[in-house]
Nanobody
Framework: VRLVESGGGFVQPGGSLRLSCAAS????????MAWARQAPGKALEWVSN???????YYSPLVKGRFTLSRDNSKNTVYLQMNSLKPEDTAVYYC?????RGQGTQVTVSS
């Protein structure tokens, strides 16, 4: 299993970023994928899930601002993050089962 996140960066409050997670080593199209995040000094926090059929679930903290999607032809999931807030600052991880990638840093600050 390999998960490679990208797309993180520095953005001002109210801005947007799109994270990507390129997956390999398992049957992606059948897999339940997730994003989680970890802010400095805090525990890992669930952000969003997407089922193999495209059904999505969101943490109340991000619902209405974040959109999770998948492209099974590219073995990739995308997390579109809009209206970003300073409290969204964290390392964002893509997950499948108990496995996760190396993470990508998102920093929201003025």
């Amino acid at each position: 299993v390999r998960l490679v996140e990208s797309g993180g960066g520095f953005v001002q409050p109210g801005g947007s970023l799109r994270l990507s997670c390129a997956a390999s080593g398992f049957t992606f199209s059948n897999s339940f994928m997730a994003w989680a995040r970890q802010a400095p000094g805090k525990a890992l926090e669930w952000v969003s899930n997407i089922r193999s059929d495209g059904t999505t679930y969101y943490s109340p903290l991000v619902k209405g601002r974040f959109t999770l999607s998948r492209d099974n032809s590219k073995n990739t999931v995308y997390l579109q993050m809009n209206s970003l807030k300073p409290e969204d600052t964290a390392v964002y991880y893509c997950q499948v089962g108990s496995r996760r990638g190396q993470g990508t840093q998102v920093t929201v600050s003025s």
